[in-house]
Every structure is written in structure tokens, then in C-alpha cells.
């Protein structure tokens, strides 16, 4: 009997990754080179951390949440989790030194998922949290993956996200990641979602929430399906454009690549 082999997976991650900056994808995902997370990711990760914790206890008991002091360790636990490993820093976190960042992430962390807990997780009806998806391609070397934060049925999908500041007004309508969201949701269940939420958590002095909705129909996978098979196209045949130099994400900061990478202008010291 022929062995019939899986095939390759292309996650939404890594796809979201070569749209930004086809660089930093072949550096991480063709060469292997991965970089340690930078403070703000730490904050993103541990807070979704918690609220998945949160909303998976709403579904388990049927109702109940977690407390706010329960909710505010797990936050902690992770980040002190997160730097007992490598942690990425830019040359101004350096000069703060190690110890005082660790707490302000830590305070960081705590606040956007207390924050969630109160103003959020009371009024989401979640039916799955983290649920992870394969939809395979016929004819392509690779299949789509995912992973959706939470779903509430039919009604609705959510993603949670830690932001430095408001979003535009239409970043619901023109994010990728629920169009495949939803056109995932579709495949697996039969049915688009009524609604897509990205659930803004604002790391403002004193943190706000933002949520901001949108829908989508079976007419907005077809451009998505061709940016798909072009990024396809560009994988197999090795071409990986760079960000443009002058976008914000092209700094020290935003990039763990920056120092090293061959695109990127580095500061004239005079």
C-alpha cells in the first residue's frame, strides 16, 4: 500500500508575516532563524494567555469566570515565565535595564487582562477557544492553518489584540486574518459567522478596550484566495520583497531582525 503523506501547512502567522515583510519571513520560516520575543509580544502573548484561560473556565463551568485576582497571577506567572527565557530588547530597554522592564511588562500584562475580564469576557459567549483549522488545497504543495482565538457559534468570531494605541476605524473590514477566519469557520461548520470582532486591548496610561465589527460574505475570500496562491508563487520560486525602509515596523524596535538585516537603514552616528 502507497504511504500518502501530509502535506506542508502554511499558518496564517507565517502568511501574515511574508504580506508585512518577505524578508523577515525567509529569515525566520526558510532559514530557521528564530528571534526571542520583544516586550511587547511578551505582553500580547501573556495577556491572550489569560483570556483564553478566562473564557476556557466560562465554557468548562458553563457560565462562571475567573477572578480578578486569579486572572492578575496567571498574567504575572506568565511573564515571569516568558523572561526566565531570551528576551529581545532594544537598545533603550538596555539602558533601563532588565529589572525595570520585567515590571513594567509585568504591570502591563496585568492591567489588559484585568481590563478584558471586566469589560469583556462577561459579554462573550464563547463555544470554542483556540481552535485550530486545516483547510486543504487541491493542487498547491501546502494547505492553510490556523488558529481562531475564540468563537462564539454561529454568531460571531473574536480576536483579541494588545495595541499602543486606537486602531483605524475600518481595520475590522480589511483584516486578512478574519476574512480567514471566517472563510475557515465556513469550511468546518457550513456557514459563515454573522459577525468578525477584533477586540483591542489600548496599552493607554490607564488601558482601554475598543472593540471593532465587521462581516464578511463569499465574496471577500475570492481576493484573498489570489493573494494566497501569489504568496504561494513567491515561496516556491524564492522571492521574498522587503518592507519599505520607512515603515514604523521596519525599526529596532518592531523587528528582531533590524540589527542584522540587509534592507534595513541603520542610525548615522556622527
Known sequence: MK???????????????????GEQFRRRY????????GVAL????ATDHTVNKNL????????????IEEIEDIARDQVNNMFQSEVHLDDDEIESGISAIKGKTIDMAVALSGLH?????????PTHIQRQWVIELDGYPVDLAGTIDIQEGEQSIRDTKTKGKSPVADEAEKSDQLTMYAMAINVLDGKIPDHVYLDFLIKNKTPIVKT?????????FKPLLARIENAIQAIDKGIFVPINSDNW??????????????????????
Do not use: W
Not at 3 to 21: D, G, T, V, W
Not at 57 to 67: F, W, Y
Not at 117 to 125: D, F, K
Not at 212 to 220: C, F, M
Open 3 to 21: 504511504e500518502i503523506k501530509s502535506k506542508p501547512q502554511l499558518h496564517y502567522s507565517a502568511l501574515n508575516m511574508l504580506f508585512r515583510c
Open 30 to 37: 526558510i532559514e530557521n532563524q528564530i528571534i526571542p520575543p
Open 42 to 45: 511578551i505582553i500580547g502573548q
Open 56 to 67: 476556557q473556565h466560562k465554557i468548562d463551568t458553563k457560565g462562571e469566570l475567573l477572578t
Open 117 to 125: 475580564a471586566r469589560e469583556l469576557a462577561p459579554v462573550i459567549q
Open 212 to 220: 471593532l465589527s465587521s462581516i464578511r460574505t463569499e465574496k471577500d
Open 249 to 270: 515596523l521596519c525599526s529596532q524596535k518592531f523587528c528582531g531582525y533590524f540589527r542584522t538585516c540587509s534592507y534595513s537603514r541603520k542610525p548615522v552616528t556622527i
